[in-house]
């Protein structure tokens, strides 16, 4: 078991490497076989939906490594967690992508939602609620992630201009950080 367990995180790191360094589009099961010298059923064995599956594997991995990224940040308030969020997109952006901007099966906002992607929300929420004030904390950082990941999109895609990324940044931790006064 131990071994199949090796082999699947093997095929998803080799994936992840590889998207980094050429996106998604270079990732394909025949690429990563001849990467990681294994055949392309013993790729199907593990993850009988293709290139598909292994991207939502990694997926769930990002989403662990930004829950933890964010849980280390929260104690420096809206101001620690944008700035660890968007450090953690832009270090990987792959990966970011495929969290949250390629298609994908997974569930958001869901009873059917991973834990992982639940405890993921739970950390953006744990700073967002301090300073709800009456609103709906859950709606507050839903609105407070939907603006993170749209600047996050809107840089990458050069659609706004460079010399304004701090200021925005900025706008977002004071909005949300006054959000109760």
Same mark, same amino acid.
């Given at each position: 078991?131990?071994?199949? !367990?090796?082999?699947?995180?093997?095929?998803?790191?080799?994936?992840?490497?590889?998207?980094?360094?050429?996106?998604w589009?270079?990732?394909t099961?025949?690429?990563?076989?001849?990467?990681?010298?294994?055949?392309?059923?013993?790729?199907?064995s593990?993850?009988p939906?293709g290139?598909?599956?292994?991207?939502?594997?990694?997926?769930?991995?990002?989403?662990?490594?930004?829950?933890?990224?964010l849980?280390r940040?929260?104690?420096?308030? =809206?101001?620690?967690? !944008?700035? &660890?969020?968007?450090a953690?997109?832009?270090?990987?952006?792959?990966?970011? #992508?495929?969290?949250? !901007?390629? &298609?994908?099966e997974?569930?958001? $906002?869901?009873?059917? !939602?991973? #834990?992982?992607?639940?405890?993921?929300?739970?950390?953006?929420? &744990? @700073?967002?609620?301090? =300073?709800?004030?009456?609103q709906? &904390?859950?709606?507050?950082?839903? @609105?407070?992630?939907?603006?993170?990941?749209?600047l996050?999109?809107?840089?990458?895609?050069h659609?706004?201009?460079?010399?304004?990324?701090?200021?925005r940044?900025?706008l977002? @931790?004071?909005?949300?950080? $006054?959000?109760?006064?």
């Open positions: 078991m131990r071994d199949r !367990t090796e082999r699947g995180q093997r095929i998803v790191s080799a994936a992840r490497e590889l998207a980094e360094a050429e996106g589009d270079a990732v099961t025949r690429r990563l076989a001849a990467l990681i010298e294994y055949s392309q059923p013993v790729l199907y593990h993850f939906g290139k598909d599956a292994i991207m939502t594997a990694a997926a769930l991995e990002g989403f662990a490594e930004l829950a933890a990224t849980a940040a929260n104690d420096s308030g =809206v101001a620690g967690v !944008t700035a &660890a969020y968007v953690f997109a832009e270090a990987r952006p792959a990966l970011y #992508d495929a969290m949250f !901007t390629l &298609a994908s997974l569930p958001f $906002a869901r009873d059917e !939602t991973p #834990d992982v992607m639940k405890a993921c929300f739970a950390e953006l929420l &744990a @700073v967002i609620e301090p =300073v709800a004030a009456g709906d &904390a859950g709606t507050l950082t839903e @609105v407070f992630w939907s603006t993170l990941h749209g996050i999109t809107l840089d990458r895609g659609r706004l201009s460079p010399e304004h990324r701090d200021e940044l900025a977002v @931790v004071t909005r949300f950080g $006054a959000a109760a006064r």
